[in-house]
T-cell receptor, first 110, second 111 residues
Framework: EDKVVQSPLSLVVHEGDTVTLNCSYE??????LLWYKQEKKAPTFLFML????IEKKSGRLSSILDKKELSSILNITATQTGDSAIYLC??????????FGAGTRLTVKP | DTAVSQTPKYLVTQMGNDKSIKCEQN?????MYWYKQDSKKFLKIMFS???????INETVPNRFSPKSPDKAHLNLHINSLELGDSAVYFC??????????FGPGTRLLVL
């Protein structure tokens, strides 16, 4: 069965901390892995990863894919309260199938 | 300018009714999607559609049907609404296998 598993399910940190969110997957014909940030509205796109070992970076956020380990991590450094959200990992496989993980709920306290 | 729009934003209706949710994208993307968000915030793919192929998630009841009048629209029609259909429904679009742009969501409540 195709699946996408995120860990931890929830995380509470203080401002300034660094967090690492994990996403592992088991799918047929992997195409790409996507990270989204979901607050009150629709998920907003963060990164798209297709190649193993190449880090994508945007400000304090970075992500990398490990195809050998079938996983990806999302790092957030110097967290701020505005980073509080649900972070979703999604995997595109086969012919445009897309499966989301359950998400990691991140809470950043002042 | 809104990239992916959905209407209505909120929909409250009675069990047994038939309703439609509209989705439009102005990005020129070739593929559109419908997702259902469950109570655990898990987004489940319902349909993906481009001008060549409709791919249906086999777990979706056949009361749900996508209708695409043209490349920029993919509407979701639901027959005989049930209580369990209450959820937030997201439309999205992408170009080929690129990332999805999501609409703002439609919150459906079936009474």
């Amino acid at each position: 069965e195709d699946k996408v598993v995120q860990s931890p399910l929830s995380l509470v940190v203080h401002e300034g901390d660094t967090v690492t969110l994990n996403c592992s997957y088991e799918v047929t014909n992997f195409r790409s892995l996507l990270w989204y940030k979901q607050e009150k509205k629709a998920p907003t796109f963060l990164f798209m990863l297709t190649s193993s070992g190449i880090e994508k970076k945007s400000g304090r956020l970075s992500s990398i894919l490990d195809k050998k380990e079938l996983s990806s991590i999302l790092n957030i450094t110097a967290t701020q309260t505005g980073d509080s959200a649900i972070y979703l990992c999604a995997v595109v496989y086969n012919n445009n199938d897309m499966r989301f993980g359950a998400g990691t709920r991140l809470t950043v306290k002042p | 300018d809104t990239a992916v729009s959905q209407t209505p934003k909120y929909l409250v209706t009675q069990m047994g009714n038939d309703k439609s949710i509209k989705c439009e994208q102005n990005l020129g993307h070739d593929t559109m999607y419908w997702y259902k968000q469950d109570s655990k915030k898990f987004l489940k793919i319902m349909f993906s559609y481009n001008n060549k192929e409709l791919i249906i998630n086999e777990t979706v009841p056949n009361r749900f049907s996508p209708k695409s009048p043209d490349k920029a629209h993919l509407n979701l029609h639901i027959n005989s609404l049930e209580l369990g259909d209450s959820a937030v429904y997201f439309c999205a679009s992408s170009q080929a296998n690129s990332w999805r742009y999501f609409g703002p969501g439609t919150r459906l409540l079936v009474l």
